[in-house]
C-alpha cells in the first residue's frame, strides 16, 4: 500500500488565530478551505513542498473543544542548527508558548511548543532517523 499525502486534522476554538498562528510560525500557508460545510468551517494549511498539512476545523452545530493530551506531539526535524534557531524564534513571535516535554526525550535538541488549544509541537534539532 502506498501513500502519497498526509492530513493531520485538528478541532480548534478559534479558526483565523489557530491558522494564523501555524502559518506564521512553520512558515505554512493556506491551501484549502471550506465554509459551513454541512456544518463544519475550516482550512488547510501547507506548503508545495511538503507531503502532508494541517487541517484546522469549528463546528458550528456542536462546538468541539479540543483535548489535546501532553503526548499529543506534531514533531517536525529540523537538522540545521541555524534553522532551528530561526524556527524556534518564530514560534515564539507567532505567539506559541514553551514549555517542557512530558517525555524527558524530547527536551533534548528540541524545544516543545503549545498553542492556544493545548496542542503540542515539538521543533528538533535533528535529522529524521537519528538517534
Known amino acids: ?7 493531520i486534522a485538528r478541532p480548534v476554538s478559534e479558526l483565523e488565530r489557530s ?25 488547510m494549511l501547507g506548503r508545495d513542498d511538503l507531503s502532508w498539512h494541517l487541517e484546522f476545523t469549528v463546528c458550528h452545530s456542536h462546538p468541539i473543544l479540543p483535548s489535546p493530551s501532553q503526548e ?22 507567532a ?11 524530547w527536551n533534548n535538541n528540541g524545544v516543545t511548543f503549545v498553542d ?10 535533528a535529522a529524521w532517523g537519528s538517534p
Open 1 to 7: 500500500m502506498k501513500f502519497d499525502h498526509l492530513r
Open 19 to 43: 491558522s494564523g498562528m501555524y502559518c506564521r510560525g512553520l512558515g505554512l500557508k493556506k491551501v484549502g478551505e471550506f465554509s459551513d460545510h454541512d456544518g463544519f468551517s475550516g482550512c
Open 72 to 93: 499529543d506531539l506534531l514533531v517536525l526535524y529540523i537538522p540545521d542548527k541555524i534553522d532551528w534557531h530561526n524556527a524556534c524564534a518564530r514560534m515564539d513571535d
Open 95 to 105: 505567539g506559541f508558548s514553551r514549555l517542557g516535554s512530558f517525555n524527558p526525550y
Open 116 to 125: 492556544v488549544d493545548g496542542y503540542r509541537v515539538v521543533l528538533h534539532n
